[in-house]
């Protein structure tokens, strides 16, 4: 028997050529493969923050709510007054609480904020009548968005926070005495 045969065949590679080196890339070639890569970073970050924050209930914005004012306080020229006694005097309730602030608990505060009912009484000038009136409207209004649970117009006011609520509900209320001719 031969040498050959008895040992096993041993396959030899062919001999090749040397790899060529990776050719270099150009920036904008770069700048294509990192935007690709953070854009998929990008969808799986929003994909978890979206399953991670599914079960947290939201409530929707009211647009009424956004207040945009000037970083800068100045004085603000009131409106056009509504022609109706009872919307006239809601309007300057809302301009009072705009311009000298809102507050809740009392009235009015030490800083001379007033509550809801404190800005129509100091617009209603001792007509009790027209305050009664407007009162009316911004319980009516209040509980039109609300609900009938709202008791009156201070528990409502005390109920809140901050002026944003109370100072659209003032607004809405002026609205709707001048849609009813009052």
């Not at 602030?101 to 904020?113: E, T």
């Not at 305050?131 to 968005?145: C, G, H, P, W, Y």
Request: hydrophobic content about 45%; some cysteine; proline content about 9%.
């Amino acid at each position: 028997m031969s040498h050959a045969l008895l040992s096993p065949a041993i396959d030899h590679p062919a001999p090749t050529t040397p790899a060529a080196p990776p050719a270099e890339l150009s920036l904008e070639e770069r700048l294509t493969l990192v935007n690709a890569a953070m854009t998929a970073r990008l969808d799986e970050a929003a994909v978890a923050y979206e399953v991670n924050t599914a079960h947290i209930p939201t409530e929707p914005v009211e647009l009424g709510d956004v207040v945009t004012v000037p970083l800068t306080p100045t004085l603000q020229p009131q409106p056009e007054s509504y022609p109706t006694p009872v919307a006239a005097l809601l309007q300057r309730a809302h301009h009072r609480l705009l311009t000298g602030g809102w507050c809740s608990g009392a009235l009015v505060d030490q800083d001379g904020a007033r509550c809801m009912l404190g800005a129509i009484r100091a617009e209603a000038r001792g007509d009790s009548g027209l305050e009664a009136s407007a009162a009316s409207v911004l319980l009516d209004a209040i509980r039109r968005t609300f609900g009938d649970g709202v008791d009156s117009v201070p528990s409502f006011n005390d109920a809140h926070g901050s002026a944003r609520v109370p100072l659209r509900m003032v607004d809405q209320a002026a609205h709707l005495a001048d849609a009813r001719g009052l």
